[in-house]
């Protein structure tokens, strides 16, 4: 692992998979957009290289893009989303691997994976690979955003022989650039998946998204809001590259871009343009600052003064209940989902309403 990094410049990638299918040779497309992006990032933001320059300054560690930027938003059923899904080492995390060693820089993305375990499912998957090419974190996203996202979380197969101990929730990997976790777009909709992340050590959350038309313009402003409080509550650095495309480029989906990263008292740090447009940015990221903070800031410490005793609310029976059966069933898609997601709000919504005054 060698010794740690301090401080070191972060950057983010509002990229789009431009591609309107996924598949092995859509992939290749987009690990070259992904390729070319990176050299542009890489050149834009590398300052100066001589002694001269402070040593922070000229060490670009990280390197993100979105939710599925190396094969693409598979919107169609699960056998399509196969088409595209890669096991993990593969194809993807070699290629990548690749830059990471080049450029001494750890390299951050979302991508659709598979498990032998599952051969039949694909995941929306978050992979980190350090400085040489190693995957030091793969993340399976818990919190698919149902109705229209059709794959399964880990939590669906639970029961069936999802294995916690190779493949756990929330993995957090401690590296020489500080202790990393990643969730997904729609696990930034409720406080836990942050809150589990920090508590099981992340100082900083790579938040990779695809998050649709309204939900990131005013006057909702979902995007920003979920990354910023993210920080504050968990006292970390939230990394947030989002994508930016019109519904034109990949019917109906628009995206409004606005990359951002937030540092752990909230501070918005640096973002990309909030429109349908490519953009990067860059900010410096510093460990040394968020564990003096964690450890010296008495008030607003929503970390050491959590009392986890206050809360059963995750106990009740009603929670969404599991499906396993995704895993079995390749042409389970978008409207086997909605058909999911509307009995699961009438049991909630009517368990939670019968003793409301009507």
């Given at each position: 692992?060698?010794?740690?990094?301090?401080?070191?410049?972060?950057?983010?990638?509002?990229?789009?998979?431009?591609?309107?299918?996924?598949?092995?040779?859509?992939?290749?497309?987009?690990?070259?957009?992904?390729?070319d992006?990176?050299?542009?990032?890489?050149?834009?933001?590398s300052?100066?290289?001589?002694?001269?320059?402070?040593?922070?300054?000229?060490?670009?560690?990280?390197?993100?893009?979105?939710?599925?930027?190396?094969?693409?938003?598979?919107?169609?059923?699960?056998?399509?989303?196969?088409?595209?899904?890669?096991?993990?080492?593969?194809?993807?995390?070699?290629?990548?691997?690749?830059?990471?060693?080049?450029?001494?820089?750890?390299?951050?993305?979302?991508?659709?994976?598979?498990?032998?375990?599952?051969?039949?499912?694909?995941?929306?998957?978050?992979?980190?690979?350090?400085?040489?090419?190693?995957?030091?974190?793969?993340?399976?996203?818990?919190?698919?955003?149902?109705p229209?996202?059709?794959?399964?979380?880990?939590?669906?197969?639970?029961?069936?022989?999802?294995?916690?101990?190779?493949?756990?929730?929330?993995?957090?990997?401690?590296?020489?650039?500080?202790?990393?976790?990643?969730?997904?777009?729609?696990?930034?909709?409720?406080?836990?998946?942050?809150?589990?992340l920090?508590?099981?050590?992340?100082?900083?959350?790579?938040?990779?998204?695809?998050?649709?038309?309204?939900?990131?313009i005013?006057?909702?402003?979902?995007?920003?809001?979920?990354?910023?409080?993210?920080?504050?509550?968990?006292?970390?650095?939230?990394?947030?590259?989002?994508?930016?495309?019109?519904?034109?480029?990949?019917?109906?989906?628009?995206?409004?871009g606005?990359?951002?990263?937030?540092?752990?008292?909230?501070?918005?740090?640096?973002?990309?343009p909030?429109?349908?447009?490519?953009?990067?940015?860059?900010?410096?990221?510093?460990?040394?600052?968020?564990?003096?903070?964690?450890?010296?800031?008495?008030?607003?410490?929503?970390?050491?003064?959590f009392?986890?005793?206050?809360?059963?609310?995750?106990?009740?029976?009603?929670?969404?209940?599991?499906?396993?059966?995704?895993?079995?069933?390749?042409?389970?898609?978008?409207?086997?989902?909605?058909?999911?997601?509307?009995?699961?709000?009438?049991?909630?919504?009517?368990?939670?309403?019968?003793?409301?005054?009507?």
């Amino acid at each position: 692992m060698g010794d740690l990094i301090s401080r070191y410049m972060c950057c983010g990638i509002q990229y789009s998979p431009v591609e309107q299918h996924v598949g092995p040779e859509a992939t290749k497309r987009n690990l070259k957009r992904m390729k070319d992006y990176f050299d542009y990032t890489y050149e834009q933001y590398s300052y100066c290289t001589d002694a001269s320059c402070s040593e922070y300054s000229k060490q670009i560690k990280v390197v993100s893009y979105p939710e599925y930027a190396a094969n693409g938003y598979p919107a169609g059923s699960m056998e399509e989303a196969l088409k595209a899904s890669e096991e993990v080492p593969g194809m993807i995390t070699d290629e990548i691997g690749k830059w990471c060693k080049e450029f001494d820089t750890y390299i951050m993305y979302g991508m659709g994976s598979t498990v032998p375990e599952f051969p039949k499912t694909s995941f929306d998957t978050a992979i980190i690979q350090d400085d040489k090419g190693e995957v030091v974190l793969r993340y399976h996203k818990c919190n698919p955003w149902i109705p229209d996202e059709y794959w399964p979380s880990p939590y669906d197969l639970i029961d069936i022989g999802w294995d916690l101990e190779k493949y756990p929730y929330y993995p957090v990997a401690k590296t020489s650039i500080g202790n990393w976790g990643a969730m997904i777009c729609n696990d930034g909709m409720t406080p836990e998946g942050g809150r589990q992340l920090a508590f099981n050590g992340a100082e900083c959350i790579y938040h990779p998204e695809l998050l649709m038309d309204p939900w990131v313009i005013p006057p909702l402003e979902y995007y920003e809001l979920q990354n910023r409080w993210c920080s504050v509550t968990n006292m970390c650095y939230t990394l947030a590259p989002h994508s930016g495309w019109s519904p034109i480029q990949m019917p109906p989906y628009g995206m409004q871009g606005g990359s951002l990263i937030s540092d752990f008292e909230g501070r918005l740090l640096c973002r990309c343009p909030l429109a349908g447009v490519e953009s990067t940015m860059q900010t410096t990221i510093d460990i040394g600052a968020v564990r003096h903070y964690r450890m010296s800031m008495p008030t607003h410490n929503g970390l050491n003064s959590f009392k986890g005793g206050l809360f059963d609310y995750f106990k009740r029976d009603i929670t969404f209940p599991k499906h396993p059966q995704i895993a079995e069933d390749p042409e389970w898609d978008m409207y086997k989902s909605r058909a999911v997601m509307r009995e699961a709000m009438d049991t909630f919504w009517g368990d939670y309403y019968k003793d409301a005054v009507k």
